[in-house]
């Protein structure tokens, strides 16, 4: 079976995609991926600085100084936020700036909430608001394809990345994950404005893992 990043390609060959977004943890991912698609692609590593890390606002080590200076050697532009949006509803606590105001993000998953229940505990004194329903609406096409939606928001918040043209968002799951990899082509758009009926997402690829836990409906997360 061919992995993601070499499925990606050929979706975004076929759809005459050139924009590359690429969720990276460690820049493995970006360094894959600028070995398939090579210089023709602009390609957009996006993640955590490391210091996001020692400040305890991400879970993972995060993006080195120095492995940021490698990806800029090939070419490859480098987006590290802090915090995207998801990981501040996460850790919370965090100030969020969203279209140059600042926000405190509250609110975590449902915990298996019925829908009566969320809509009881929406609003602004209710356990959960408007970014957990976006988070956890997301998780239902699982948590590797809403990181491709994301990572995509970061770039454009960037400014960096083109809004007039499509894009490809790659995201591989994280060790402890056993959601499928996955590839997603979006029209991208600023964080502020994913209402405004620009955004939205043209074209999925789900890779199973080695144990195809998605697909199966067994458990997404180990430990």
């Known amino acids: 079976?061919?992995?993601i990043i070499t499925?990606?390609?050929?979706?975004?060959?076929k759809f005459k995609v050139k924009n590359v977004?690429?969720?990276?943890?460690?820049?493995?991912?970006?360094?894959?991926?600028?070995?398939?698609?090579?210089?023709g692609y602009k390609i957009f590593a996006v993640g955590n600085p490391a210091k996001a890390h020692e400040r305890g606002l991400v879970s993972h080590a995060g993006v080195s100084e120095e492995t940021q200076k490698i990806l800029e050697q090939k070419g490859i532009k480098v987006i590290l936020q802090d915090q995207s949006l998801i990981q501040a509803l996460?850790?919370?606590g965090t100030d969020f700036k969203i279209g140059g105001k600042s926000f405190e993000i509250w609110g975590n998953n449902f915990d298996s909430a019925a829908l009566t229940q969320v809509i009881e505990n929406a609003g602004p004194k209710g356990k959960f608001n408007a970014v957990a329903i976006i988070y956890n609406t997301l998780q239902l096409f699982c948590d590797t394809t809403r990181v491709c939606i994301e990572v995509t928001l970061m770039a454009a918040d960037s400014g960096l990345l083109l809004l007039n043209e499509d894009c490809i968002a790659i995201a591989r799951p994280i060790e402890r994950s056993n959601c499928p990899h996955a590839a997603v082509i979006l029209r991208p758009t600023k964080t502020n404005d994913i209402f405004m009926g620009q955004f939205r997402v043209k074209d999925i690829i789900l890779?199973?893992?080695?144990?195809?836990?998605?697909?199966?409906?067994?458990?997404?997360?180990?430990?």
């Open 207 to 223: 890779l199973p893992g080695p144990k195809d836990h998605w697909f199966n409906n067994e458990r997404l997360w180990s430990g």
């Open 7 to 13: 499925l990606a390609k050929e979706r975004a060959d």
């Open 21 to 39: 977004v690429v969720s990276t943890n460690t820049g493995a991912s970006a360094k894959l991926v600028f070995e398939v698609f090579g210089p």
């Open 1 to 3: 079976m061919k992995d």
């Open 90 to 92: 996460d850790f919370g």
